[in-house]
């Protein structure tokens, strides 16, 4: 099994620019979930979908748009991208909630020039 | 407000002893705590999880401790190997919304030959 996949790994974008980062996962989860890390700050969570067709925002929201698109793909949408955006991007699943714990992607570290 | 926070940002150890790694946190109304290790380049993974009504949880080689009354939780890793170098993080899901993972700024740890 693959388990939650993510494209690009790499990007570089310039301000002002957008971009789609993509998730998907095969493991027949409910709930799909954006993260962001920053050094010395953890994970925050920047939005989640409890379910297909939902979604909700999480802490750092602002600059930042999700689209959950079927039960398998949630994409992160930087609609006018800034340097404060540069940042590893974290996307992760669950069968329902926490609870049941997080399968994390392994990261698209963007970075915003 | 709910936050998740580590005692120390790292943490030395030689190989073969045991390894403490300290956390506390604020929200007294969480119910549900749970350990990741991330290694360099990758994503979070589980590692061992704990509920409120417990106070300890064993694992292969590592056990959590969860101390209520002072809001603190510890991950012992026994007999530290080189492969156990990584960032730790607490993470919490707090009562009032069981999607939600809030993690803290985590702990690097360098386990010495």
């Known amino acids: 099994n693959a388990g939650v996949t993510q494209t690009p790994k790499f990007q570089v974008l310039k301000t002002g620019q957008s971009m789609t980062l993509q998730c998907a996962q095969d493991?027949?989860?409910?709930?799909m979930y954006w993260y962001r890390q920053d050094p010395g700050m953890g994970l925050r969570l920047i939005y989640y979908s409890a379910s297909e067709g939902t979604t909700d925002k999480g802490e750092v929201p602002n600059g930042y748009n999700v689209s959950r698109l079927n039960k398998r793909e949630f994409s992160l949408r930087l609609e006018s991208a800034a340097p404060s955006q540069t940042s590893v991007y974290f996307c992760?699943?669950?069968?329902?909630?926490?609870?049941?714990?997080?399968?994390f992607g392994s990261g698209t570290r963007l970075t915003v020039v | 407000g709910e936050s998740v926070g580590l005692h120390l940002p790292t943490l030395s150890v030689q190989e073969g002893d045991n390894s403490i790694i300290n956390c506390a946190y604020s929200?007294?109304?969480?119910?549900?705590f749970i350990w990741y290790k991330q290694e360099s380049g990758k994503g979070p993974q589980f590692i061992i999880d704990i509920r409120s009504n417990m106070d300890k949880r064993q694992g292969q080689r590592v056990t959590v401790l969860l101390n209520k009354t002072v809001k603190h939780l510890s991950l012992q890793i026994a007999a530290t190997q080189p492969g156990d170098s990584a960032v730790y993080f607490c993470?919490?899901?707090?009562?009032?919304?069981?999607?939600?993972?809030?993690f803290g700024a985590g702990t690097t740890v360098t386990v010495r030959a």
């Open positions: 992760a699943s669950s069968k329902v909630t926490a609870t049941y714990g997080y399968t």
């Open positions: 929200n007294s109304a969480s119910d549900y």
């Open positions: 493991m027949n989860h409910n709930s």
């Open positions: 993470a919490e899901i707090p009562l009032s919304n069981d999607y939600k993972l809030s």
